[in-house]
């Protein structure tokens, strides 16, 4: 497993959480990681992370917000 130190400016406003959490969706996203890997880096379980990617910006399920509105957009023509 890697390890990185990193300084981040007391500006950011961000604390270790918030970036484990920004960094483990971001690779989750890119499918570089399992759920599972990116929860056991936050340190949650994986429950907990799946529930905290929407607020991330992070689907679940692959899509984001644009490709879900056309989603809707093309089930629509059905009816």
Known sequence: MNVFTE???DSAK???FELKMM???KLFEDGRLSSGQAAE???ISKRAF???LGKYG????G???VELADDFKNASTFN
């Open 41 to 43: 880096i936050v340190g």
């Open 58 to 61: 992070v689907s679940l399920f």
């Open 63 to 65: 899509y984001n917000d």
């Open 14 to 16: 961000v604390n270790e």
């Open 7 to 9: 300084k981040i400016p």
């Open 50 to 52: 799946v529930e905290l």
């Open 23 to 25: 960094i483990a969706s």
